[in-house]
């Protein structure tokens, strides 16, 4: 009977070993396999050909910036085709395709984008072309797939809501500030 406690033994330190990978597993999933939705921003913006009507009813401007999509997992973010809206007013004045693309694991991919801006009549557009700064928001919404080690993917969108101050005189982009 010499072999019954080197048995216990030996099971006592399986047993110990499936409890020390099951942590591991555990921990492993709460925190590397956590999927999160990417973080999507605006770079810097610069604001080009601004001309207006004599009477300051109709404006154009073209807004050149970067467009960021920061991922933050441990798996690759693939998104789709998507569209970056800028309003004035609550009113849509002009939008910008965001082709789709590929986000590596834990870095940012950046993309230039240019944004035609086109207003027609607007009850506060003269004053506001008067006084040199023209209030703007933007909304994004960019859907598509994380994809961790290949073999679990996660439906994920990351969603951007911007405003800004457009300075007509410098043609500087104020105030911007994205949630």
């Not at 099971?11 to 591991?24: C, E, H, P, S, T």
Request: net charge positive.
């Amino acid at each position: 009977m010499k072999g019954d406690g080197k048995n216990k033994k030996c099971l006592a330190y399986v047993a110990i070993f499936i409890v020390f990978q099951i942590i591991v597993i555990t921990a492993f999933a709460l925190t590397v396999m956590k999927v999160k939705g990417p973080k999507v921003r605006f770079g810097t913006i610069t604001a080009d050909n601004f001309s207006s009507t004599g009477s300051n009813s109709s404006w154009s401007l073209n807004l050149v910036t970067e467009f960021a999509v920061k991922n933050t997992n441990f798996g690759h973010f693939k998104y789709q085709n998507s569209t970056v809206t800028i309003y004035y007013g609550g009113q849509a004045i002009g939008t910008a395709d965001i082709p789709q693309g590929k986000a590596k694991a834990r870095s940012t991919r950046r993309t230039g984008v240019n944004i035609s801006i086109n207003t027609d009549k607007s009850t506060n557009l003269g004053n506001d072309i008067n006084s040199g700064v023209v209030p703007l928001t933007s909304e994004a919404t960019l859907k598509g797939k994380v994809e961790l080690m290949k073999i679990i993917k996660k439906n994920k969108s990351g969603k951007m809501s911007c405003s800004m101050s457009v300075n007509l005189t410098t043609r500087a982009i104020q105030d911007l500030k994205c949630k």
